[in-house]
């Protein structure tokens, strides 16, 4: 059976028109947050695209003790009140404490649980306890089958408001690669499932003390897993990715985003019927 996710006022999943998953990967400056999140606004209600703003507070798998974590968890939280209350726009953040989840759940539309906390049990269980809707992003260590363990996880706990989402896989050292027969197994949980073309991109540890990535294969990547098949794309969006204080190298700059999401809706449309 397919669920729908109602995240705002638009529904995911099960034959709805794609959304966007879409903001820089930490939160920088309010500034910056505001204008970026208007801009995409901007493009995804010309595209006919739903529309959540994702960014993070609190970047807690950095590579290097010294990286840029975000502004933490009552600043940031303020930060993305603001893209609310002044963008009306739903809002997407990372989670890893039982105690984040409480806290961001009181503000945020979605909670993600980070790749490397899939399996985490207590996490998941207050993440689905607080009503929000759980976005659960593969971890680059298991097999899509064994989603359906964490998918369990939230719907035990009383939350059948649950997204998937695939961002790789671990293939050897500092790289990732993407199994396109991910999407139907994911799909057949009965939940939305979102393809993250940028951080399926990254080239982890690659660059020593930081992450390194390929972002000229995005948009390939996300045209692909159009073809297949999934319900949503989870991109992140920079206007200088090269400044950016965390995931430069795979994020897509803001000034490319219009031109890429219409190859990736063309595709969309052409691969399968919507409502």
Request: proline share 4%; glycine share 12%.
């Given at each position: 059976m397919a669920h729908e996710v109602q995240i705002g006022s638009f529904t995911v999943g099960a034959g709805h028109r794609p959304f966007l998953i879409a903001g820089p990967c930490v939160i920088e400056s309010e500034?910056?947050?505001?204008?970026t999140a208007a801009r995409i606004a901007e493009i995804a209600a010309a595209l006919g695209m739903p529309y959540i703003f994702k960014s993070?507070?609190?970047?807690?798998?950095?590579?290097?003790?010294?990286?840029?974590?975000?502004?933490?968890?009552?600043?940031?939280?303020?930060?993305?009140?603001?893209?609310?209350?002044?963008?009306?726009?739903?809002?997407?953040?990372?989670?890893?404490?039982?105690?984040?989840?409480?806290?961001?759940?009181?503000?945020?539309?979605?909670?993600?649980?980070p790749a490397f906390l899939c399996r985490q049990t207590d996490l998941l269980i207050a993440a689905a306890k607080t009503g929000k809707v759980v976005n659960v992003k593969k971890g680059q260590?298991?097999?899509?089958?064994?989603?359906?363990?964490?998918?369990?996880?939230?719907?035990?706990?009383?939350?059948?408001?649950?997204?998937?989402?695939e961002r790789g896989s671990s293939f050897g050292y500092n790289n990732l690669v993407v199994d396109m027969r991910s999407f139907p197994v994911l799909r057949s949980y009965g939940y939305p499932v979102v393809f993250?073309?940028?951080?399926?991109?990254?080239?982890?540890?690659?660059?020593?003390?930081?992450?390194?990535?390929?972002?000229?294969?995005?948009?390939p990547l996300a045209?692909?897993?159009?073809?297949?098949?999934?319900?949503?794309?989870?991109?992140?969006?920079?206007?200088?990715?090269?400044?950016?204080?965390s995931d430069g190298p795979n994020m897509v700059p803001l000034h490319q985003l219009k031109a890429l999401l219409e190859r990736v809706i063309r595709i969309c449309d052409a691969s399968q019927p919507r409502k």
């Open positions: 500034q910056l947050v505001l204008e993070s507070f609190d970047k807690a798998n950095r590579t290097s003790i010294n990286s840029y974590r975000g502004p933490g968890l009552e600043r940031g939280l303020a930060v993305l009140q603001k893209v609310k209350d002044q963008l009306g726009l739903p809002v997407l953040t990372d989670v890893h404490t039982e105690e984040q989840a409480t806290e961001a759940g009181k503000i945020v539309d979605v909670l993600q649980i260590f298991l097999s899509p089958q064994e989603m359906g363990n964490a998918v369990k996880k939230v719907e035990d706990s009383g939350n059948k408001r649950i997204v998937l989402t993250d073309a940028t951080h399926s991109v990254q080239l982890p540890g690659g660059g020593g003390t930081k992450s390194s990535g390929q972002r000229e294969f995005v948009e045209c692909a897993a159009a073809g297949v098949g999934v319900d949503g794309f989870f991109m992140e969006v920079h206007p200088n990715p090269d400044e950016a204080l």
